[in-house]
């Protein structure tokens, strides 16, 4: 019955774009506190909201029946959303937020014991976000995210004497790196550190 009401509701927002643009920013105050890091029921939630970040090209109309990938599921009207500049800056900054409250194994043999859905979903989300809103949706969230991961900024390395691959990047782009790229870089640097590097060591000296 929970699983039916949340599929109702995602369908709901997405066919009416009065309906979304009202909710946009109650979808992102969720994120803070309604949404639990171990949560297994928050499917619907992240899929939702990709769509109205990154809406699909318009369809047939018909909807899709699969219920174990709410992703999929059809849609409506959701190409007919536009969302603000601003408000993809505040859904990146809450993403990138609860990210870092996502636990993290501790060494290469840590088990999981906990549902991966929110941090799965966070960052399908961010993938959304670049792809629609580039790196200036996502400054003020990296750099919450990084410190709170306590990691060091990828940025930082780009066009330094270090002989590995960031301080070649600088030179390999002529020195066009916006502030927008180096967020980009230190947000992969942030979730490469924080979720990928056991113990929270850094790679970048190995890179």
Avoid at 47 to 71: E, F, I, R, T, Y
Avoid at 178 to 190: C, F, N, P, V
Wanted: contains cysteine; charged residues 20%; neutral net charge.
């Amino acid at each position: 019955a929970a699983s039916k009401i949340r599929r109702s509701t995602h369908d709901i927002i997405l066919k009416f774009p009065l309906l979304a643009s009202r909710s946009f920013p109650w979808l992102i105050g969720a994120m803070d506190g309604a949404v639990e890091v171990t949560s297994d029921a928050s499917a619907e939630y992240f899929a939702v909201l990709k769509k109205l970040v990154q809406p699909q090209p318009k369809s047939s109309g018909k909807v899709a029946n699969n219920h174990d990938d709410p992703s999929t599921m059809s849609s409506s009207p959701a190409e007919d959303i536009r969302v603000s500049s601003t408000h993809l800056r505040d859904l990146g900054t809450a993403v990138c937020k609860k990210l870092a409250s996502c636990p993290r194994p501790t060494n290469d043999g840590a088990l999981i014991d906990f549902s991966t859905g929110v941090l799965c979903g966070c960052l399908k989300l961010l993938r959304a976000l670049i792809e629609n809103g580039g790196g200036r949706a996502l400054e003020p969230g990296t750099i919450l995210l990084a410190t709170e991961l306590h990691v060091a900024r990828w940025s930082e390395q780009v066009g330094s004497s270090n002989q590995n691959i960031l301080g070649m990047i600088k030179s390999s782009f002529d020195s066009s790196l916006s502030s927008a790229d180096l967020t980009l870089i230190d947000l992969m640097g942030a979730i490469f550190d924080g979720f990928l590097s056991p113990g929270g060591s850094s790679s970048v000296v190995s890179i």
